[in-house]
């Protein structure tokens, strides 16, 4: 049995999928919220209109999962250290999968870097790539990444949670793997902005193309491979959330180009990953002109247009 903890959208459509070989726990943090997921069969709060299978139980705790079985840790970037800690005797006897995006804002790290520091002795994988939870759940074909460092694990846990919708691809890179599904969200706002702003889909293109280009620029300063980058959980997650009206990212930045409200209760991980980023860079001496646009775009010391004219402004030089 494999557990998702996390009953948001994307941990909801994860154990769907993973249904197809076996059983699943879906844990809600929110009793109310599992018994309501045990009555009507579905995630009404956040994934609305698809059926729960038989084969995914509704918990509240980790207990009924047997150690050593996987748990993917489906919650937003900035609660997985809490998450972590609150349930360390619980997890400390499980391989785990994170499942989230984005960048610590105190303290810089990444998902597997966290839980590593939580739970030493753990093995710590990262499962990301372009995916949208609905599509997941509806069981159309996607294909993602699966980053551990210890192959052999990796090895194990993409065996355990490929189905037959959901492809995992793996590599030992896990902070090309992490900072690529980190650092698309910042993209994915700039190109929001762009659209929002209506300022074209060439302007977009060039955003994506020259975002690309400071992903991995980051990336590779940190550590990570450039081939990494240039697969799934980089340039492929990049296209999806800087296309698809789906991504939070992208609503987000459109808001903001279209000088329109955006519902506070939404997560937008680039927003965080965005300033944290930016201070890495800093440190690493990184040029990442994108991502210190979108981070004034979000402090409102400048509009889209403005932001535009500083790029388009900046010195001619070769690709």
Not at 301 to 312: N, Y
């Amino acid at each position: 049995m494999i557990c998702v903890a996390g009953a948001g959208a994307f941990g909801t459509a994860l154990a769907i999928s993973l249904a197809a070989n076996g059983p699943v726990t879906l844990w809600a943090r929110d009793p109310a919220h599992a018994d309501e997921m045990r009555k009507t069969r579905e995630n009404a709060r956040r994934l609305p209109g698809i059926t729960l299978p038989d084969a995914i139980g509704i918990a509240t705790d980790f207990d009924t999962v047997s150690p050593g079985l996987p748990v993917l840790l489906a919650v937003p970037m900035q609660q997985l250290r809490g998450m972590a800690e609150t349930h360390a005797a619980a997890l400390q006897d499980h391989p785990l999968v994170a499942c989230c995006k984005g960048i610590e804002l105190k303290t810089g790290q990444g998902p597997t870097a966290i839980l590593s520091s939580v739970l030493p002795g753990a093995h710590s994988a990262i499962l990301t790539g372009p995916s949208f939870a609905a599509d997941i759940a509806r069981g159309l074909p996607t294909a993602l990444t699966l980053a551990c460092a210890d192959p052999d694990m990796g090895e194990t846990l993409q065996e355990a949670l490929s189905t037959p919708a959901l492809r995992l691809y793996r590599t030992t890179d896990t902070v090309g793997a992490e900072l690529g599904g980190a650092l698309k969200n910042v993209i994915a706002i700039a190109a929001g902005a762009v659209m929002g702003a209506g300022l074209g889909d060439s302007a977009r293109a060039a955003l994506m193309t020259r975002g690309y280009a400071e992903m991995t620029r980051l990336a590779v300063a940190m550590g990570a491979r450039p081939e990494t980058l240039a697969g799934l959980s980089g340039f492929g997650d990049l296209v999806l959330t800087c296309t698809g009206a789906q991504s939070r990212n992208y609503r987000f930045g459109h808001a903001l180009g279209a000088g329109a409200d955006f519902d506070p209760t939404i997560t937008v991980e680039g927003a965080a990953t965005a300033r944290a980023a930016l201070s890495r860079a800093h440190e690493a001496g990184v040029d990442l002109p994108i991502t210190a646009a979108v981070v004034a775009l979000l402090d409102g010391s400048v509009s889209v247009l403005q932001v535009m004219d500083r790029l388009l402004s900046r010195p001619l030089k070769e690709e």
